[in-house]
């Protein structure tokens, strides 16, 4: 994240929001973009989640049209011809031969309030619990997007394919943020927290099916767990390589010395993505990124789990070890993990002593 | 919510425009059809929700129906402006100047998209006339 506020990228989209060039970018547009909310809500108070995307849906001429399935796309075809007169072809392209999730259109004649953008949404299968996310993400792009580059020659546009862009990740950042919505979602969560004590993926799922449940268990978590005032991480893991065999395998001396490699770079369970809180920051819970599952966790009896469970047992950081081969300093930990189809989520925070 | 001047010949306008009847309207936002008449009438204020339901529902802005204007509206009277890069790729496969106008309109349409792994289609270079021909065969005009 602190490397994200120092990108050249935020740091130019800064600067042509009128926010300056200095300091941190990321956590200045990030105000600018609630700011705009806030004043928003302010004018137009809202008490649910339904109500809050309207509002900003329609606040940024923004209609969005979620395709459940396929047959959508001749219907929202047929509704939103005015924008282009290749609409079909270009949703068919983006959506039935392309894995496109969101595909935000901007309509080039619009009559008198009519709004100006449509964002189609891939909501189909298992894309659905992916898709009120990917509203969020559509939305949060024009919240930022400057004025002075809202001309169509510059909304015309092109094709970054590059992973990790940083200007995505910044969108991602404050879309999981308005998903869940801190006015809205922090009085729910903190009344289900109370219940029972403590976070758990139980509050955090029943917090997601009372305020916003079109959202997936994993945006709920890292929402709750940013919100949460305990220390607490939520991290993802799956079978995976390291950073460092990956490079080998991308390698060109692999074709020189193919077999001894590939019998070497064998996929282990680590953490490919973990997301502490500022309280975990500041405690001494320090799992990264790229670091393997010890074999005793419960994480890892989830992943070996045929079927979805969800388990929690009392642990110790020092199970853990670097990618050097070091191990973590002593901390002990209570962490819950849970299987859904095929991914495999972790709730870790500090245990009793 | 204070009173707001027009928003109830705003929406009666949108509707028309959308082709639905107070009925159709109202069953679509979840309102109550009388609900609805009173509030195009301007027999009666609007709270949020209600209002939000209704732009939702008829696709309306909201930046309109509440002030009846709309920013930036001038930007529509532009007239068309082939890029270079899209001339030559015109050039080099023969398109008709309409195809060339259609492919040029699919393009700015899009303002973004975004796929799985987050790559997404931005403002961050020129686009080349392969760029183009590329979109022209994702178009499939010549079907």
């Known amino acids: 994240m602190s490397n994200l506020s120092k990108n050249p990228e935020v740091i130019r989209l800064a600067h042509l929001l009128g926010l300056g060039r200095r300091g941190n970018c ?23 989640f339904d109500s809050f ?7 940024l001429g923004v209609q969005i049209e979620f395709i459940t399935q396929d047959e959508d796309i001749d219907r929202l075809a047929f509704k939103h011809a005015a924008i282009s007169p290749t609409i079909r072809q270009q949703l068919v392209a983006e959506f039935l031969r392309v894995d496109t999730e969101g595909y935000l259109l ?17 909501a189909r299968g298992p894309r659905s619990r992916r898709a009120y996310f990917t509203a969020w993400h ?31 990740s910044l969108v991602n950042v404050i879309a999981g943020e308005l998903a869940f919505y801190e006015p809205l979602f922090r009085p729910i969560l903190d009344e289900e927290t109370d219940r029972i004590g403590r976070l758990t993926f139980g509050v955090i799922d029943r917090a997601r099916v009372r305020a916003t449940p079109e959202a997936s268990l994993f945006a709920a978590a890292i929402a709750s767990v940013r919100l949460s005032r305990m220390a ?18 991308l390698s060109p001396q692999l074709s020189l010395d193919n077999e001894s490699m590939t019998r070497q770079l064998e996929p282990r369970l680590r953490v490919v993505e973990v997301i502490p809180n500022e309280a975990a920051k500041a405690s001494s819970l320090t799992i990264f990124r790229n670091m393997r ?32 081969g070091g191990q973590l300093p002593t901390c002990h930990l209570l962490v819950q993990a849970i299987r859904r189809g095929k991914y495999v989520y972790g709730l870790i925070l500090p245990g009793p002593n | 919510m204070p009173a707001i001047p027009g928003l109830g010949k705003r929406i009666a306008e949108i509707r028309d425009r959308r082709g639905l ?32 339901r209704i732009a939702h529902a008829i696709g309306a802005s909201l930046d309109y129906l509440v002030k009846g204007t709309e920013p930036d509206s001038e930007e529509s009277a532009k007239p068309l402006l082939i890029p270079p890069s899209l001339h030559e790729a015109a050039q080099q496969r023969g398109w008709s100047y309409s195809v060339t106008a259609t492919v040029l309109a699919a393009q700015q349409s899009v303002v973004a998209r975004r796929t799985p792994t987050g790559r997404a289609e931005r403002p961050a270079r020129e686009w080349t006339p392969a760029d183009w021909i590329k979109l022209h065969a994702s178009l499939r005009l010549d079907e």
Request: charged share 30%; aromatic share 6%.
């Open chain 1, 293 to 324: 599952v010890p074999p005793r966790s419960v994480l890892h009896h989830a992943y070996e789990a045929a079927t979805d469970v969800e388990l929690e047992a009392p642990e110790d950081q020092s199970w853990w070890e670097t990618t050097q």
């Open chain 1, 106 to 122: 901007q309509h080039p004649h619009p009559m008198p309030g009519d709004r100006r953008f449509v964002a189609f949404v891939d």
């Open chain 1, 53 to 59: 995307l309207r509002l900003i849906s329609s606040a």
């Open chain 2, 21 to 52: 009847t107070q009925k159709e309207l109202a069953e679509q936002a979840d309102l109550s059809v009388s609900f609805l008449s009173e509030v195009e009438n301007e027999h009666r204020d609007i709270g949020t929700e209600a209002l939000l």
């Open chain 1, 232 to 249: 607490a991480c939520v991290v993802r893991v799956e079978s995976a390589l390291r950073k460092g065999e990956v490079r080998e395998l």
């Open chain 1, 138 to 168: 559509e939305l949060t792009h024009l919240l930022v997007h400057p004025p002075q580059l809202a001309l169509p020659g510059f909304r015309r546009t092109v094709v970054s394919r590059i992973q990790g862009d940083p200007i995505e």
């Open chain 1, 26 to 48: 990321l956590e200045r547009i990030r105000k600018y973009a609630h700011q705009k909310v806030q004043e928003l809500v302010s004018r137009f108070p809202i008490d649910t």
